[in-house]
């Protein structure tokens, strides 16, 4: 009997996942062939709808069971083509206040679901499904962040190594050309080092991601001319900041102790900022559950739970996105709360081992 209940947790928790994630996908195309409310409908599916669904209670009571990989698969493609559907429609179909609306829902819509998704992607151990994860992320012209999150992020998450990791007292629009340039060259810089040890005989996958993105730049410019190349980049920007402001979120002010030994802690609760909400879960994948990611990287998306311990966002993370964009704001809210957290984590004993070497 228990295991019925189980398993009817577990597709109610996929079929959550399915509809949070499908439904902006869904009302995005109608949206772009004809405009009105149902394209209006698909940035408030992703931007706003979660702040309502939150306050109801879990349907599924927290249980996290599938592994969902075959949704993943599905979104990944969804975002291969939604994207030139998007630079269609507002290239050459949507107007005024559609076309508005069509730049946030479609940007929302590969920001908040499709980075999550492929970023899902480029963790599995299958090949198809991480060169899926990888396609996308070229598709937003945002290739190098395949090698600097795998090679750089993972390992060096919250401390200086890490570009992404912002330090207290940074805003947001500092922080994001110096993220994007320091992911860009240390992603690099790791891939060549994996060459030179030996532990990679495949060639640079940077010369994939550039040649990749240049050729869809030329494709669409000879395609769509300058306005549709105007605004496929106007698309992959608003994507990338979004990934961005994410892990300018997820890792603000957190800072891995170095040990006598020279090396640094391993990452643990308080590395990250998690945050809670089930529905706004359901809509980025589980990211929000962000130590456990760190923690167990290879750990299928609806398996993520929060560690005894986490460091918590006083509100789900697509609000503390929006308020990290006022960076005045930002720092009143969240630097009180990083200071506690350090000062806590400062008097209690850590038996985490000590996993990375400093540089």
């Not at 879960?281 to 290879?298: F, I, K, Q, Y």
């Amino acid at each position: 009997m228990f295991a019925v209940f189980a398993c009817q947790g577990s597709v109610m928790r996929l079929f959550i996942y399915t509809f949070a994630t499908f439904l902006p996908a869904i009302l995005l195309i109608p949206g772009a062939l004809y405009g009105g409310p149902v394209l209006w409908a698909a940035p408030f599916s992703i931007g706003l709808m979660w702040i309502v669904m939150d306050q109801l209670p879990d349907p599924t009571d927290g249980r996290e069971l599938p592994v969902g990989d075959g949704l993943l698969v599905v979104l990944g493609i969804l975002q291969l083509t939604h994207l030139p559907l998007g630079v269609w429609a507002m290239s050459s179909n949507l107007h005024g206040f559609d076309w508005l609306m069509g730049m946030i829902g479609f940007g929302l819509f590969f920001g908040q679901v499709g980075n999550p998704a492929s970023h899902e992607l480029i963790h599995r151990s299958d090949r198809l499904m991480t060169r899926l994860g990888t396609t996308v992320y070229i598709a937003f012209l945002f290739g190098h962040h395949v090698s600097a999150h795998r090679l750089v992020h993972h390992p060096y998450v919250a401390t200086p190594q890490d570009p992404v990791s912002a330090t207290k007292g940074t805003g947001f629009w500092s922080y994001l050309p110096f993220a994007w340039y320091g992911s860009f060259m240390s992603g690099y810089k790791a891939e060549k080092a994996l060459r030179q040890r030996g532990q990679a005989r495949r060639r640079n996958p940077y010369v994939f991601y550039v040649v990749g993105e240049l050729s869809l730049v030329l494709l669409t410019l000879v395609l769509a001319g300058p306005w549709g190349l105007f605004i496929y980049v106007m698309l992959c920007a608003h994507t990338q900041s979004q990934m961005l402001i994410a892990d300018y979120v997820q890792h603000y002010g957190l800072r891995r102790r170095r040990l006598p030994n020279g090396r640094y802690e391993a990452a643990g609760p308080w590395h990250a900022w998690n945050s809670k909400g089930w529905y706004s879960s359901a809509v980025t994948l589980n990211a929000p559950r962000h130590s456990d990611h760190h923690a167990h990287p290879a750990r299928p998306y609806p398996q993520l739970t929060l560690p005894e311990g986490s460091a918590m966002l006083p509100a789900p993370l697509p609000a503390m996105a929006m308020l990290a964009m006022f960076p005045p704001l930002w720092k009143r809210v969240m630097d009180p709360r990083l200071e506690a957290l350090l000062d806590q984590q400062a008097q209690a004993p850590r038996t985490s081992p000590d996993v990375m070497p400093a540089h």
